[in-house]
């Protein structure tokens, strides 16, 4: 009888749909197209057909994909590249397996990223290299490259880890369109760091697995092939739109492109799983004879005390292992023992060893800061210059210092007398002053060159390779120190032919002797 009810009740319900369907017209048709049906309880209703002019009204109503637009040249190249040497490559990882075929996924990320990001230069104006923009456009290439370099640090125990060095030492070339000159060469210099891995590799397996041997040279031929696309399309640096629309507004449209057409034609969502039952009850409180239900806390401290102060006597009811029983003593035995076996170095007694350093972003992908050139107190404070070849600092007074910070490939004069100067982790970097009441602190700063027109007291060299000192006539009785430093030449002016300057090498290697219970250094001199 429940059942009867129950079907009558869902026959009305739709039978009041049908009646909305059938006696509403759809908007824009006449009043001619419109028929009336009214069922009656009980009988088969059939709805009319829908005539084919207002099918096609409904299919031309209906959002139709955008037709895309004919590829650039550059891109359909990039394309080939893709699914002829890369699939290759690939392909072969995919039958070697294990990590290998794991670094190879997010080796092909990587190269679909860099399409996205080939496909945007099309379209829009080259942003600041400094903004965030250009940093976003960036990202996705920078993930799948560090996921690249995480696998080769992660697995270092692997004997794997020539095959995943490899890869690993020439990822990093999809990094050339950071570059702004010649970025072939950049990509050739990946390819010699990949070969130094992969040739340990061809060494190994020549003989014993060809398939290892076909699969570094289907690398090479990756890199080799990119190398190729940079100095077809893009021989001094990536080429953009200089008539386009916003760098921004392109990635915006080309992630909401991405994610419509992932959702167009989907199916909904299935709707969540319900959620798991209630854990069962635990078991009844077990009643004692005096009534209490739970056990008394102090009473089974006491009687582990108990235990221990037994002595000796605690372990009495252990039973002895005889060594024919011994897993340790008797391999044989270790096949069919209980113990499970270490799966894992995580399972181990012993403290985990501390993981290997991950490798360092390339340089070219790292965030660069806004250069700084202010005052603040008595200190100037110059930092974060690139290729700046004429920074004058005037107005300068006796009492200030300067503080020269990461710059690289700059040249920083100093005008007027000031007390000390101090270059620290520069590249490159060329200081001329005037005269300093104190002198100069060069720190951490390789291929630097400093210079004084007038006096210096003295020049302190640390953890520096490669420098050039030029001494003035009225500094002649400069002191230089230095300590963990190679490659440092001071110019000294009348010392030379004709009154020219004299090149004169900063001593690199000392003889230490005991004499007399004293430590004496001497210069190792070479004879020529």
Request: a negative charge; glycine letters at 6%.
């Amino acid at each position: 009888m429940n059942n009867l009810t129950t079907l009558i009740k869902r026959l009305e319900a739709a039978t009041s749909r049908l009646e909305d369907l059938a006696t509403v017209a759809p908007p824009g048709s006449d009043n001619s197209s419109t028929i009336a049906v009214v069922p009656v309880p009980g009988t088969r209703v059939t709805l009319p057909s829908i005539p084919a002019s207002g099918a096609a009204a409904a299919s031309s109503s209906a959002p139709h994909p955008q037709i895309p637009e004919d590829l650039p040249a550059s891109v359909e190249d990039f394309d080939e590249l893709i699914n002829d040497q890369v699939a290759k490559y690939v392909s072969l990882s995919h039958e070697l397996g294990d990590l290998i075929e794991e670094q190879s996924k997010a080796v092909e990320k990587c190269f679909a990223e860099q399409r996205k990001f080939l496909i945007i230069t099309n379209q829009a104006k080259k942003p600041e290299p400094t903004s965030n923009v250009f940093m976003d456009l960036l990202s996705g290439m920078q993930v799948e490259m560090t996921k690249v370099s995480n696998i080769r640090e992660n697995n270092r125990a692997s004997p794997l880890l020539n095959h995943l060095s490899t890869v690993s030492e020439g990822v990093p070339g999809l990094a050339w369109v950071t570059c702004d000159a010649k970025p072939a060469n950049f990509v050739g210099e990946m390819i010699g760091a990949a070969e130094f891995y992969g040739n340990r590799v061809l060494r190994e397996y020549k003989e014993k697995n060809p398939k290892h041997v076909e699969w570094v040279r289907s690398f090479y031929t990756v890199l080799t092939a990119l190398g190729n696309y940079v100095k077809k399309h893009h021989l001094m640096g990536v080429t953009w739109n200089a008539k386009g629309i916003d760098a921004a507004e392109a990635l915006a449209a080309s992630k909401s492109s991405s994610s419509s057409l992932a959702t167009v034609g989907a199916p909904p969502p299935p709707p969540p799983p319900p959620p798991p039952p209630p854990p069962p009850p635990g078991p009844a409180p077990v009643l004692t004879l005096d009534g209490s239900s739970t056990p008394n806390p102090a009473s089974s401290i006491t009687s582990v005390f108990e235990e221990l102060n037994r002595g000796i006597a605690v372990t009495a009811g252990l039973k002895k292992v005889d060594k024919s029983q011994m897993t340790h003593k008797n391999p044989e035995l270790r096949g069919s023992s209980i113990v499970p076996a270490r799966s894992s170095s995580t399972s181990s007694l012993r403290g985990k060893s501390p993981a290997p350093p991950t490798k360092s972003k390339p340089a070219s992908l790292t965030k660069k800061k806004p250069h700084k050139l202010e005052l603040e107190g008595n200190k100037w404070i110059i930092e974060n210059y690139e290729n700046e070849q004429n920074l004058v600092l005037n107005d300068t007074e006796i009492n200030q210092s300067v503080f020269i910070f990461r710059c690289k490939n700059t040249t920083v004069q100093v005008k007027g007398k000031v007390n000390a100067i101090t270059v620290n982790e520069c590249v490159k970097t060329n200081v001329v002053a005037d005269a300093l009441v104190s002198g100069i602190d060069i720190i951490k700063s390789n291929s630097f060159a400093i210079q004084v027109l007038h006096k210096i007291p003295n020049i302190q060299v640390d953890q520096c390779d490669g420098g050039t000192i030029y001494v003035s006539e009225e500094s002649t009785d400069v002191e230089v120190f230095t300590s963990k430093t190679s490659a440092v030449n001071v110019y000294i002016p009348g010392a030379g032919d004709d009154g020219d300057y004299a090149e004169r090498a900063v001593p690199e290697q000392l003889k230490h002797t005991i004499k007399n219970g004293q430590l004496v250094s001497e210069i190792v001199e070479h004879a020529s």
